[in-house]
């Protein structure tokens, strides 16, 4: 999804219908209130409408939309993104959770059940998608648990996680049950070296994320790129988890099977 600029675009063009107002009814009281204000010039902020390539959808701005048209005008000033009718549906439901009409319960429910729905809701945790529709995390918890139990969306094997600043896939079959003992990890064909200076690389990158995001989207074969790089960063992930963990546990854990009383000093010095 690329950035956004503000257009005017005819509201004849405007798609209303791909199922992104979560709000469970229009306020028509507040539409006569908006209609009335931009008669008599006052500004209000842009709608928010993606474009497929094809279609305009309406993202948020529902009530400003249909008073703009109730004022007799034919367009409204748009804020444009490039994305998929999925990127818009998940935007909306996000929409007015810190500004705009205040929402109701029922606005709020049916948001949370709609992003549940949706597809890049799967792999989320309930506190991350409480964070995006603006609810608390019992309401998204609860409402899973209904929806899977009723096979309306499908029961999660894993799921996305942020901790203290690191994003990991975890399995929720795992959660509550006791850790089997680690098998011996497989061998690797790559050498510790050839690892740490791929790491070295990347942390002395000052490419600029947004233009390198932006060229990735642009490529062909994102996806698989994209794959890629969750596969590093899942990897990268668990190795800093490891070696916090085995740091944590006490030096030993660094020190080769043979490590001689040099080495032993050296590591009470790193410690």
């Not at 507040?30 to 993202?59: Q, R, S, T």
């Not at 059940?113 to 506190?127: D, F, T």
Request: aromatic share 6%; charged share 25%.
């Amino acid at each position: 999804m690329k950035g956004a600029d503000v257009v005017r675009l005819p509201i004849a063009e405007i798609r209303l219908d791909g199922g992104t107002q979560p709000r469970s009814a229009l306020d028509f009281a507040a539409i006569d209130d908006y209609a009335e204000a931009m008669a008599a010039g006052v500004k209000f902020p842009p709608v928010v409408v993606f474009h497929d390539g094809e279609h305009y959808w309406l993202a948020d701005g529902f009530h400003r939309l249909k008073a703009a048209f109730a004022s007799g005008f034919d367009a409204i000033d748009c804020d444009l993104r490039q994305g998929t009718l999925d990127d818009a549906q998940w935007y909306s439901f996000s929409a007015n959770k810190t500004n705009g009409l205040r929402r109701t319960n029922e606005d709020k429910q049916r948001a949370v059940k709609s992003a549940l729905l949706h597809p890049r809701a799967a792999e989320l945790s309930n506190s991350a998608l409480a964070r995006h529709v603006g609810v608390d995390e019992a309401t998204v918890r609860n409402w899973r648990t209904r929806l899977a139990a009723s096979s309306e969306i499908p029961k999660i094997d894993t799921r996305t996680v942020s901790r203290q600043g690191s994003t990991y896939r975890q399995r929720t079959t795992q959660i509550g049950r006791r850790r089997a003992k680690p098998s011996e990890p497989a061998r690797s064909s790559q050498s510790p070296d050839d690892l740490l200076r791929a790491v070295a690389s990347l942390a002395a990158c000052e490419a600029d994320p947004a233009g390198f995001a932006r060229e990735i989207v642009a490529r062909p074969d994102r996806d698989q790129i994209l794959a890629q790089m969750e596969k590093a960063h899942e990897f990268l992930a668990f190795c800093l988890s490891e070696i916090r963990r085995a740091h944590a546990a006490g030096c030993d854990a660094f020190a080769p099977p043979h490590a001689d009383d040099g080495d032993a000093r050296a590591c009470q010095t790193v410690a």
